[in-house]
């Protein structure tokens, strides 16, 4: 069964960084495009940046500039650089695939709080 594990996350003050990372113990991790989501309380996950197989991004309309999506294909890994931090991105962040295949697993995620 897939799985992600998620870190890096912690409490920040407003206009600092972070950068997440997930492990995913996926077979053959380089030909999936991958996400970060976001579930902030009471509202609903949302993707916020993803990253395809041959490395293209793209990101959230309000989130361009400051955060950055990448991947490390021999690691299984994908990473988020966050930068300028701002309250309103305290959320809980997840990744999965780009696409999420009904009925798959997320991880535990990790906890991002921005605030002085």
């Known amino acids: 069964q897939v799985q992600f594990v998620e870190s890096g996350g912690g409490l920040v003050q407003p206009g600092g960084s972070l950068r997440l990372s997930c492990a995913a113990s996926?077979?053959?991790?380089?030909?999936?495009?991958m996400g970060w989501y976001r579930q902030a309380p009471g509202k609903q996950r949302e993707l916020v940046a993803a990253?395809?197989?041959?490395?293209?991004?793209n990101y959230a309309d309000s989130l361009k500039g400051r955060f950055t999506i990448s991947r490390d294909n021999a690691k299984n890994t994908v990473y988020l650089q966050m930068n300028s931090l701002k309250p309103e991105d305290t959320a809980v962040y997840y990744c999965?695939?780009?696409?999420?295949?009904?009925?798959?697993?997320w991880g535990r995620g990790t906890q991002v709080t921005v605030s002085s």
């Open positions: 990253i395809t197989s041959t490395g293209t991004t």
């Open positions: 996926v077979t053959i991790f380089s030909i999936y495009a």
């Open positions: 999965n695939f780009r696409i999420v295949p009904s009925g798959a697993s």
